[in-house]
């Protein structure tokens, strides 16, 4: 198994209030926005990634949002640059680059050139982007499918085929394709594909056979989106296997319970993951698909008054905050409980691990480092020392009882279906007898 | 969409290699009516008074919640060129032309390209040519009730906008969102606006157009008007007072005397 560490590099400053009165971290003003402190947090989250090497982790991972203090990780290619030539072993998974927002040429240029100062260590990972995105970057959601899609495939021919060639697609054109840059790694970078809930990527991921990441999802969806995997790859003709599969679970270690639990709560900050950006800003026009919005107005309808509730929002910036505060932290023991936050000394968030690694058999596993507003640097640098020094010993045991093959040890797609052409279970305690 | 209810039906042809669905109704010199950006809204009370002098012709605007999208047609002058040659296949030009909000977009594109299709042309603070001041409301990262809510001056006064657009259900929900993804893909950038429109517009001559606007429009300010009526020759403005982006709601007596005297004239 791979294990590995990410955060979200969140803007730490930001007054806190500011995000509630905007029931949103998309949208709170710039005006917050200190460069002075925004040098000194880079640098923070640059030498936790290169400390994560030292400690033992196989993967960095980073991410990529846009005008959101959420993270300041906006131009993601550009930390990846500098750790490539800052470490030395860990692979650098880019999770992922949104394509339909970017320049494909100029996106196959600039990972090539990762590739090569890493010499051959980057993981390029796709991503659609979040609805925020399109509306930060001013790109049609409508179209956002079909330029993920097409700069996917120009991006793998820009890699490998000499040129210089004319391309003349629908949404991209390129009169003179011939990038100085090429891939380390041949034919072409190592590819996963990070995810939130969308069956279309999980299905579109099983038939390129790239492994496909898991978002801190809940477990029960997380295993039926990997069903949904395995039944394509079974359609494609292979098993999948715990190398098809990723996680990021958020985890944060201290030396006392109570310290642990009291860093927990930093994942609730400013409202946690639900307040990134209001549902008006995540699902702009045509950014889901007609069969994920007849999904939402079923799950957003009351059946009371049949009223759907994504139809229409009301804020204030009058809001009572404290209130709101409360009801935000109520929720923490309940993230606890369904194992979303895993907190604890080394010891007590053992048990927790495994339970996660046995029900859903990951093969890269990525721990979700605590950041954010309350948690100091020595904090966070102690939760990621007792991880890579007491717990990632164990977890690699574990992997290896539980046979979760990394990508590196069995390649994604390369294991044969039984002779039957009825693929195994990929999930839940499965038989190792039957393998 | 209370389409069951409404003395009309539905039709279709087949233009350039796709179907397009339209409503038919009423009877007398025919009407086309172009919709608006959420979809056709209904049989509205303004349609049924106007049913009674006309023969409304209704294209459902494709991939607009009711018909499919048609992959060619990528912005608002492919959608004109599209209905421009459903007219001339249906031997129905010259026509009046009357235009709600995006539908009035589509109207001025197609007068621009041809004013002789059209023997009167009334906009309803069409989308298409860019605010002189302010900004257009973006439908786009905004919640439809509350866009609606945004189109008109004062709810309470005008009872048929919670008759056409009371408590949404899943399926108008769907419409909605099927409207508003095909309303990003043909005018996501420039956002609902055309910069050549204004240039192409002031070529229009000898085509009697009527302009009608609410003077507190909240989604396409009220100043775009100026840039319609001066850029069409001989265009007749009608504002309204106290009155959002809907005249046809919000003040109906007042809209359709001042239409009907128009297209009669």
């Not at chain 1, 806190?16 to 640098?43: C, I, M, Q, T, W």
């Not at chain 1, 799950?299 to 008054?305: K, S, V």
């Not at chain 1, 923490?332 to 691990?353: A, E």
Request: hydrophobic content about 40%; proline content about 7%.
């Amino acid at each position: 198994m791979h294990i590995g560490t990410f955060t979200e590099r969140p803007y730490a400053n930001l007054a806190e209030n500011e995000v509630y009165r905007n029931a949103s971290f998309f949208g709170v003003s710039n005006k917050h926005f200190d460069p002075k402190v925004g040098a000194d947090l880079y640098h923070r989250y640059l030498d936790q990634n290169v400390a994560a090497e030292d400690l033992g982790f196989d993967v960095i991972m980073l991410n990529e949002h846009h005008a959101n203090p959420f993270t300041m990780g906006a131009v993601m290619d550009v930390e990846a640059a500098i750790l490539a030539a800052r470490t030395q072993r860990v692979k650098i998974a880019l999770m992922g680059n949104p394509l339909p927002i970017t320049d494909p040429l100029r996106l196959a240029e600039e990972l090539a050139t990762i590739d090569m100062i890493s010499r051959g260590r980057l993981v390029a990972g796709w991503v659609r982007g979040a609805g925020s995105e399109q509306i930060a970057n001013n790109v049609n959601p409508s179209y956002n499918r079909e330029r993920f899609n097409e700069a996917h495939d120009f991006i793998q021919q820009a890699w490998t085929r000499n040129g210089p060639w004319r391309y003349e697609g629908k949404h991209y054109h390129y009169r003179h394709v011939n990038p100085w840059q090429k891939p380390y790694q041949q034919p072409r970078p190592e590819c996963w594909i990070p995810g939130l809930v969308s069956p279309e990527t999980v299905i579109w991921a099983a038939q390129h056979r790239y492994p496909y990441l898991a978002l801190a999802t809940f477990l029960e969806p997380t295993m039926e989106m990997w069903d949904m995997y395995a039944d394509e790859a079974e359609r494609q003709g292979y098993q999948a296997g715990p190398e098809n599969f990723g996680y990021l679970q958020k985890i944060v270690i201290a030396e006392t319970e109570e310290k642990a639990q009291e860093l927990g709560h930093a994942w609730l900050y400013g409202g946690g993951q639900p307040a990134f950006a209001r549902p008006e800003w995540m699902f702009p026009s045509g950014y889901n698909s007609k069969a994920a919005t007849a999904r939402l107005a079923k799950a957003f309808t009351n059946p009371e008054t049949g009223d759907v509730a994504l139809a229409s929002a009301t804020y204030s910036e009058n809001i009572d905050v404290e209130a709101a505060k409360r009801a935000t932290l109520a929720t923490y023991q309940g993230f606890q409980d369904s194992n979303q936050f895993i907190v604890g000394t080394p010891k007590s968030v053992l048990p927790k691990l495994r339970h996660v690694m046995e029900t859903i058999r990951p093969g890269i596993f990525i721990c979700w480092h605590i950041e954010g507003g309350t948690v100091s640097q020595e904090d966070a640098m102690t939760s990621l020392r007792l991880l890579g020094t007491q717990v990632l010993p164990e977890m690699r045991k574990y992997a290896k009882e539980l046979g979760l093959t990394s990508p590196d040890e069995m390649k994604p797609g390369s294991r044969p279906l039984p002779a039957n052409g009825k693929r195994l279970p990929v999930v839940g305690k499965v038989d190792r007898a039957a393998e | 969409m209370a389409v069951m209810e409404m003395a009309a039906r539905e039709k279709s042809a087949q233009v350039g290699g796709a179907t397009l669905k339209y409503l038919e109704g009423g009877s007398g010199a025919p009407l086309l009516v172009l919709h608006g950006e959420l979809g056709f809204p209904g049989w509205t009370d303004a349609y049924e008074q106007l049913s009674k002098t006309h023969k409304l012709i209704i294209p459902l605007h494709p991939g607009f919640g009711v018909g499919d999208r048609v992959e060619w047609i990528m912005n608002m002058r492919d959608q004109a060129c599209f209905y421009s040659r459903f007219l001339q296949e249906q031997s129905l030009t010259p026509i009046d032309v009357l235009g709600f909000s995006m539908g009035g977009w589509i109207a001025a594109e197609m007068a621009a390209n041809n004013a002789a299709q059209f023997s009167h042309m009334a906009l309803v603070a069409p989308f298409g040519v860019r605010p002189p001041s302010g900004e257009i409301r973006d439908l786009f990262a905004t919640p439809t009730q509350n866009y609606i809510d945004a189109s008109v001056f004062d709810a309470v006064g005008a009872p048929e906008l919670s008759k056409l657009y009371g408590v949404p259900g899943p399926k108008q929900y769907e419409m909605w969102e099927d409207a508003r993804a095909e309303a990003a893909r043909l005018a996501w950038v420039p956002y609902m606006f055309n910069p050549s429109l204004p240039h192409l517009l002031a070529g229009v001559k000898g085509l009697p157009t009527l302009i009608l606007w609410g003077k507190d429009d909240r989604i396409v300010p009220a100043s775009t008007a100026d840039v319609f009526a001066s850029a069409i020759t001989g265009a007749q403005l009608e504002l309204f007072d106290k009155c959002g982006h809907m005249p046809e709601i919000e003040k109906k007596d007042q809209f359709l005397a001042r239409l009907t005297a128009f297209l009669a004239a």
